[in-house]
């Protein structure tokens, strides 16, 4: 093969690491011994001019030609584009995203979603087939407009575009090598699992090739999601081809998917190759191999799973021009004045005459010197030059060819221009005041108006430890500058929580770094992206600690004031299908930032806030809750959606309450403190502040409160939107009275659920790939589910409609329906006595390899209700041995011995069946039950 290029350097020979280090890729994993011998064998260098630093033109071959500007764009497959079956789509992001902390959903505010980062840029057809740039709220809608789904042929269609391509082609043979500089990133599950490319090299030898890139990224223990390390970056090949035929102005690529097989361990996380379904195949190995690690390796081949036909390789559309003639590129067309780092120029179309290249000066004659040493090859030639004496202003040379017989002017299709303009160290960038959140820095910048220096070809945003920015910065983002702008903006993540961080912005000139502008800022508390809780837990801050050991209360003494205790309903305290538990918290809890589970050290979770403590049974007392108690009942075992009747029995004590009797004889407590109600381990919570109970003298009781929270799109789980807040009914209380509660100091008495209608306007909204709707509207009553048919009040299951837990507030025929049903609640008067632990007779742990109902169906059953799949329950009652909630009747007074207050027992409540998820969760729950570890492909939707 000659003609092809060859690189020597003084000290470096041509040995294959001398090789990979040019290419700025050195270390294991870097050397391609495969490739690299390609591009060596059957050199034959015909002469090597080392006199005056000059270059000769080989006669071998004058076919091969330099490429400049050569364009990328791939859709990689159609899963890419994607729904998901939880986190509502599968997309690309433009750059190398930032560490998010742990395998979550990104949220908008986290700055991770990109469309442009230098070289690369995200695009999505639009209705007219047009490229343009998607937005976070447009990256999951297919060209139509609608949201995409799991079902194949339903995509985004969004594609990664890398501009600034450069390399050498023989279109004759269908030989060349590109390459690329700049990431981007693959994101599934919105979030919860991604990696990235960088640095695409597109390698073909007579029509044969590959396409390689340098992967990195984050993976989770595929046992225990919790878990997040960084990988180390590995080459990988992205794709092999055949049968490439190169034209003048480009080529597109089809990679090779079908009839590849892979070895995957059979019994590893990803599963066995299916070989038996028709177009089976796999990309490259050594692609499978790295997304072990980020678990998404079985998206990636033919699994047996019903993402399958979605999963092959999009064909890769490579842009450039061969010229017809003579061309030049270089590498910095513009440079600050006395720039000594050289300017690269490369020249192709030079035809087959042997001699030397000289740059003249359009404007003198003069000639610039050569700084490197000759790259000799067939028709092309390159070097650097010394532009460091140029004045200010614009420069044109030509092109001359010196050989044995003369000078000879070459035919350029433009002149080599370079531009020298003031250097960058004249001026600085103008740092704004950065933007802060918990993981997050936000920084923008204006480039000083009328300065004579730059403007900069891009900047370099850096967040250093500390009070200066000295040492290895924690963060790095490169932010390409726009002509048109005077300025930037970008987002540096992946930071920790109450850290105070120097943020350098330093602009860039062909490679020379100009002066920085710094800003020193600390990040904000773990879940404190709206202030801090004020103690009382009235406001929309994060919580503190949960209080621990020091401090516990038992709820079991004597307060001041009116006391209130109530824990909603065994739902809000069971198990769930993902994040461990529902749970209760003490406070208002703060904004997470987007739907994911919290953790013990985001601050989100607190048992005690001011007047508020979250109690539950440990053996036959009540103690307060903890963080490490918040998922088990009173034996210590985790409550399970396996485990038939378990739930922790957890309780909402409010203290304080503030007794009136009105001028119409109605009673009034008014509390103030907040409560939270999270579910799936704090993917969706809501707030009730300052309670409010009302009794009036006909049997009329009624507890409201101000209600706020966070929401998120049935459509696109990643979106995250704070509520606004409303007053709701907590509770409605038939039958109770005014002298009645006066007269026993209180009462105990299970709110209104069971006969009641749900008559407010709400509708659950269609979970993408489930190939079902969820529950839009109360069941209709039968005897399957008439023990424990209802519902909580209308207003309060309307609001529910916004924080996606609809459908777990009535009878949706779920198999959660007999979860539902309120729980007793009590109120103390004078705050004396307290709860009793009554009966509790769970069911022990089943065994892990439990078979999950409904498991025919593309997706599961939405918002606990609608069923499980093709399968659902629609008839589901009780399972043998379960208990139905007892007929409701009135409320049961507060006895008084000797100055003490009676037990307080809570009636419990043993219902049976797996659930159903909210937000949006089915697909993504029922996922994990059959698959038991993160991101492995859904082989059981086929």
């Given at each position: 093969?000659?003609?092809?290029?060859?690189?020597?350097?003084?000290?470096?020979?041509?040995?294959?690491?001398?090789?990979?280090?040019?290419?700025?890729?050195?270390?294991?994993?870097?050397?391609?011994?495969?490739?690299?011998?390609?591009?060596?064998?059957?050199?034959?260098?015909?002469?090597?001019?080392?006199?005056?630093?000059?270059?000769?033109?080989?006669?071998?071959?004058?076919?091969?030609?330099?490429?400049?500007?050569?364009?990328?764009?791939?859709?990689?497959?159609?899963?890419?584009?994607?729904?998901?079956?939880?986190?509502?789509?599968?997309?690309?992001?433009?750059?190398?995203?930032?560490?998010?902390?742990?395998?979550?959903?990104?949220?908008?505010?986290?700055?991770?979603?990109?469309?442009?980062?230098g070289?690369?840029?995200?695009?999505?057809?639009?209705?007219?087939?047009?490229?343009?740039?998607?937005?976070?709220?447009?990256?999951?809608?297919?060209?139509?407009?609608?949201?995409?789904?799991?079902?194949?042929?339903?995509?985004?269609?969004?594609?990664?575009?890398?501009?600034?391509?450069?390399?050498?082609?023989?279109?004759?043979?269908?030989?060349?090598?590109?390459?690329?500089?700049?990431?981007?990133?693959?994101?599934?599950?919105?979030?919860?699992?991604?990696?990235?490319?960088?640095?695409?090299?597109?390698?073909?030898?007579?029509?044969?090739?590959?396409?390689?890139?340098i992967?990195?990224?984050?993976?989770?223990?595929?046992?225990?999601?919790?878990?997040?390390?960084?990988?180390?970056?590995?080459e990988?090949?992205?794709?092999?081809?055949?049968?490439?035929?190169?034209?003048?102005?480009?080529?597109?690529?089809?990679?090779?998917?079908?009839?590849?097989?892979?070895?995957?361990?059979?019994?590893?996380?990803?599963?066995?190759?299916?070989r038996?379904?028709?177009?089976?195949?796999s990309?490259?190995?050594?692609?499978?191999?790295?997304?072990?690690?980020?678990?998404?390796?079985?998206?990636?081949?033919?699994?047996?799973?019903?993402?399958?036909?979605?999963?092959?390789?999009?064909?890769?559309?490579?842009?450039?021009?061969?010229?017809?003639?003579?061309?030049?590129?270089?590498?910095?067309?513009?440079?600050?004045?006395?720039?000594?780092?050289?300017?690269?120029?490369?020249?192709?179309?030079?035809?087959?005459?042997?001699?030397?290249?000289?740059?003249?000066?359009?404007?003198?004659?003069?000639?610039?010197?050569?700084?490197?040493?000759?790259?000799?090859?067939?028709?092309?030639?390159?070097?650097?030059?010394?532009?460091?004496?140029?004045a200010?202003?614009?420069?044109?040379?030509?092109?001359?060819l010196?050989?044995?017989?003369?000078?000879?002017?070459?035919?350029?299709?433009?002149?080599?221009?370079?531009?020298?303009?003031?250097?960058?160290?004249d001026?600085?960038p103008?740092?704004d005041?950065?933007?802060?959140?918990?993981?997050?820095?936000?920084?923008?910048?204006?480039?000083?108006?009328?300065?004579?220096?730059?403007?900069?070809?891009?900047?370099?945003?850096?967040?250093?430890?500390?009070?200066?920015?000295?040492?290895?910065p924690?963060?790095?983002?490169?932010?390409?500058a726009?002509?048109?702008a005077?300025?930037?903006?970008?987002?540096?993540?992946?930071?920790?929580?109450?850290?105070?961080?120097?943020?350098?912005?330093?602009?860039?000139?062909?490679?020379?770094?100009?002066?920085?502008?710094?800003?020193?800022?600390?990040?904000?508390?773990?879940?404190?992206?709206?202030?801090?809780?004020?103690?009382?837990?009235?406001?929309?801050?994060?919580?503190?600690?949960?209080?621990?050991?020091?401090?516990?209360?038992?709820?079991?003494?004597?307060?001041?004031?009116?006391?209130?205790?109530?824990?909603?309903?065994?739902?809000s305290?069971?198990?769930?299908?993902?994040?461990?538990?529902?749970?209760?918290?003490?406070?208002?809890?703060?904004?997470?930032?987007?739907?994911?589970?919290?953790?013990?050290?985001?601050?989100?979770?607190?048992?005690?806030?001011?007047?508020?403590?979250?109690?539950?049974?440990?053996?036959?007392?009540?103690?307060q809750?903890?963080?490490?108690?918040?998922?088990?009942?009173?034996?210590?075992?985790?409550?399970?959606?396996?485990?038939?009747?378990?739930?922790?029995?957890?309780?909402?004590?409010?203290?304080?309450?503030?007794?009136?009797?009105?001028?119409?004889?109605?009673?009034?407590?008014?509390?103030?403190?907040?409560?939270?109600?999270?579910?799936?381990?704090?993917?969706?919570?809501?707030?009730?502040t300052?309670?409010?109970?009302?009794?009036?003298?006909?049997?009329?009781?009624?507890?409201?409160?101000?209600a706020?929270?966070?929401?998120?799109s049935?459509?696109?789980?990643?979106?995250?939107?704070?509520?606004?807040?409303?007053?709701?009914?907590?509770?409605?209380?038939?039958?109770?009275?005014?002298?009645?509660?006066?007269?026993?100091?209180?009462?105990?008495?299970?709110?209104?659920?069971?006969?009641?209608?749900?008559?407010?306007?709400?509708?659950?909204?269609?979970?993408?790939?489930?190939?079902?709707?969820?529950?839009?509207?109360?069941?209709?009553?039968?005897?399957?589910?008439?023990?424990?048919?209802?519902?909580?009040?209308?207003?309060?299951?309307?609001?529910?409609?916004?924080?996606?837990?609809?459908?777990?507030?009535?009878?949706?025929?779920?198999?959660?329906?007999?979860?539902?049903?309120?729980?007793?609640?009590?109120?103390?008067?004078?705050?004396?006595?307290?709860?009793?632990?009554?009966?509790?007779?769970?069911?022990?742990?089943?065994?892990?390899?439990?078979?999950?109902?409904?498991?025919?169906?593309?997706?599961?059953?939405?918002?606990?209700?609608?069923?499980?799949?093709?399968?659902?329950?629609?008839?589901?009652?009780?399972?043998?041995?379960a208990?139905?909630?007892?007929?409701?009747?009135?409320?049961?007074?507060?006895?008084?011995?000797?100055?003490?207050?009676?037990?307080?027992?809570?009636?419990?409540?043993?219902?049976?069946?797996?659930?159903?998820?909210?937000?949006?969760?089915?697909?993504?729950?029922?996922?994990?039950?059959i698959?038991?570890?993160?991101?492995?492909?859904?082989?059981?939707?086929?």
């Amino acid at each position: 093969m000659t003609g092809r290029l060859a690189v020597f350097r003084r000290g470096e020979g041509c040995s294959p690491t001398a090789t990979a280090r040019r290419r700025g890729r050195s270390g294991p994993g870097r050397n391609r011994p495969g490739i690299i011998a390609r591009l060596l064998a059957g050199l034959g260098i015909a002469s090597l001019m080392t006199g005056g630093g000059w270059f000769a033109i080989e006669a071998a071959s004058a076919a091969e030609s330099v490429v400049s500007d050569v364009g990328f764009s791939w859709r990689v497959n159609e899963e890419s584009g994607g729904g998901a079956y939880f986190g509502g789509c599968n997309f690309l992001a433009a750059g190398t995203a930032g560490d998010a902390g742990s395998s979550r959903l990104w949220a908008e505010t986290d700055g991770l979603y990109s469309t442009s980062d230098g070289n690369v840029t995200i695009t999505k057809p639009d209705s007219a087939g047009n490229q343009v740039e998607p937005t976070w709220s447009t990256k999951c809608l297919d060209s139509a407009g609608g949201p995409v789904t799991t079902q194949p042929g339903s995509s985004s269609g969004n594609q990664v575009n890398l501009a600034g391509g450069s390399g050498r082609l023989d279109v004759d043979a269908d030989t060349g090598s590109i390459s690329w500089k700049g990431s981007f990133t693959i994101v599934y599950y919105g979030g919860m699992t991604y990696w990235t490319i960088s640095d695409p090299v597109l390698s073909v030898e007579n029509g044969v090739g590959t396409l390689t890139g340098i992967a990195s990224g984050y993976g989770a223990d595929m046992n225990d999601p919790s878990k997040w390390v960084e990988l180390e970056p590995t080459e990988i090949e992205l794709a092999t081809f055949s049968g490439v035929d190169l034209t003048a102005t480009g080529v597109t690529i089809d990679p090779d998917y079908a009839g590849i097989a892979i070895d995957s361990d059979p019994g590893g996380p990803s599963g066995p190759q299916n070989r038996e379904k028709e177009g089976w195949g796999s990309f490259p190995q050594s692609f499978i191999d790295f997304n072990v690690q980020t678990g998404q390796a079985a998206y990636w081949y033919t699994s047996g799973g019903a993402a399958d036909p979605k999963k092959p390789g999009a064909p890769i559309a490579i842009d450039y021009a061969v010229a017809d003639g003579p061309a030049a590129s270089v590498d910095h067309g513009r440079v600050p004045e006395g720039f000594d780092g050289g300017v690269a120029v490369s020249f192709s179309g030079l035809g087959d005459a042997p001699g030397r290249v000289e740059l003249r000066s359009r404007a003198d004659g003069s000639v610039l010197q050569l700084l490197d040493k000759a790259v000799v090859d067939g028709g092309t030639a390159s070097g650097r030059w010394d532009v460091s004496t140029l004045a200010r202003g614009p420069h044109e040379f030509d092109a001359v060819l010196v050989d044995g017989s003369g000078e000879t002017v070459i035919e350029l299709a433009s002149p080599v221009t370079i531009v020298v303009v003031a250097p960058l160290a004249d001026a600085a960038p103008e740092l704004d005041a950065p933007l802060v959140t918990a993981r997050s820095i936000a920084a923008s910048w204006g480039w000083p108006a009328g300065s004579a220096a730059g403007p900069p070809s891009s900047y370099v945003v850096q967040a250093f430890a500390g009070p200066a920015a000295t040492g290895t910065p924690v963060a790095e983002r490169t932010v390409p500058a726009d002509p048109a702008a005077s300025g930037g903006t970008t987002t540096l993540t992946g930071l920790a929580p109450s850290t105070q961080y120097t943020v350098a912005v330093t602009p860039q000139l062909a490679g020379e770094n100009g002066s920085a502008a710094t800003r020193t800022v600390t990040t904000k508390a773990a879940g404190d992206n709206a202030g801090g809780n004020d103690g009382d837990g009235n406001d929309g801050g994060g919580n503190g600690g949960d209080g621990g050991v020091e401090g516990n209360d038992p709820g079991g003494d004597d307060t001041a004031g009116a006391t209130f205790y109530w824990g909603l309903n065994q739902e809000s305290n069971a198990g769930a299908f993902f994040g461990g538990c529902n749970f209760l918290v003490a406070g208002r809890a703060g904004d997470k930032g987007a739907a994911t589970p919290w953790t013990d050290g985001d601050g989100m979770y607190a048992s005690a806030a001011g007047n508020v403590t979250i109690i539950k049974p440990v053996g036959q007392s009540f103690e307060q809750a903890s963080w490490s108690t918040k998922c088990t009942d009173r034996t210590g075992a985790p409550v399970s959606v396996q485990r038939q009747g378990s739930y922790t029995e957890s309780q909402v004590r409010i203290t304080g309450g503030e007794v009136a009797t009105e001028a119409d004889g109605s009673v009034q407590v008014q509390w103030r403190g907040s409560f939270t109600v999270a579910f799936y381990g704090g993917m969706t919570y809501w707030s009730a502040t300052d309670p409010l109970l009302v009794v009036d003298a006909n049997g009329n009781g009624k507890v409201t409160a101000t209600a706020s929270g966070y929401g998120a799109s049935m459509h696109d789980a990643s979106k995250w939107v704070a509520l606004e807040e409303r007053t709701i009914t907590l509770a409605n209380l038939t039958g109770l009275t005014a002298d009645a509660v006066e007269r026993d100091g209180g009462f105990t008495m299970t709110p209104d659920y069971l006969g009641v209608a749900y008559t407010g306007t709400n509708e659950g909204q269609g979970v993408p790939g489930s190939g079902m709707e969820s529950a839009t509207e109360q069941a209709a009553r039968n005897a399957a589910n008439g023990s424990y048919w209802g519902s909580f009040p209308a207003d309060f299951v309307d609001f529910q409609g916004e924080t996606g837990q609809f459908s777990y507030w009535f009878t949706s025929n779920g198999q959660r329906d007999p979860y539902k049903p309120t729980t007793p609640m009590t109120v103390s008067l004078d705050g004396a006595g307290g709860p009793v632990a009554g009966n509790y007779n769970a069911a022990p742990a089943p065994n892990l390899n439990q078979q999950v109902p409904g498991g025919g169906g593309a997706g599961a059953g939405g918002n606990g209700g609608g069923g499980a799949g093709a399968d659902a329950l629609a008839d589901a009652g009780p399972a043998d041995g379960a208990q139905s909630q007892p007929a409701q009747a009135g409320p049961a007074p507060l006895t008084v011995a000797s100055g003490d207050r009676g037990p307080i027992s809570p009636a419990l409540l043993v219902g049976s069946g797996l659930g159903l998820t909210a937000t949006g969760l089915a697909s993504w729950a029922v996922g994990l039950l059959i698959r038991r570890r993160l991101g492995l492909d859904p082989a059981a939707f086929s």
